[in-house]
């Protein structure tokens, strides 16, 4: 599974398998995980574990790297 590197503790990433879905991006910490869509705007799809400040986090993680995440996405889905 690709990893995206970003700053903070959440690792990002894909499966390859999930080619046919709308973009989005797994993320994962501590056995905790949580999936959120990229488009039209982030957005929160799932969460195993995350409190809501972590889960806040997050999100303003992805909005602040959101045309990086898509481009990675499109690169390597392409």
């Not at 990893?3 to 903070?8: H, S």
């Not at 995980?33 to 992805?62: C, M, T, V």
Request: hydrophobic content about 35%.
């Amino acid at each position: 599974m690709p990893t995206i590197p970003l700053d903070g503790p959440f690792r990002f990433y894909f499966y390859p398998a999930d080619r046919n879905e709308p973009r989005h991006v797994h993320v994962e910490r501590d056995g905790k995980e949580a999936k959120f869509w990229l488009d039209p705007s982030p957005r929160q799809a799932y969460n195993h574990g995350f409190r809501g400040g972590e889960r806040r986090q997050i999100l303003k993680i992805i909005r602040a790297n959101i045309d990086r995440k898509r481009g990675e996405w499109n690169a390597f889905f392409a």
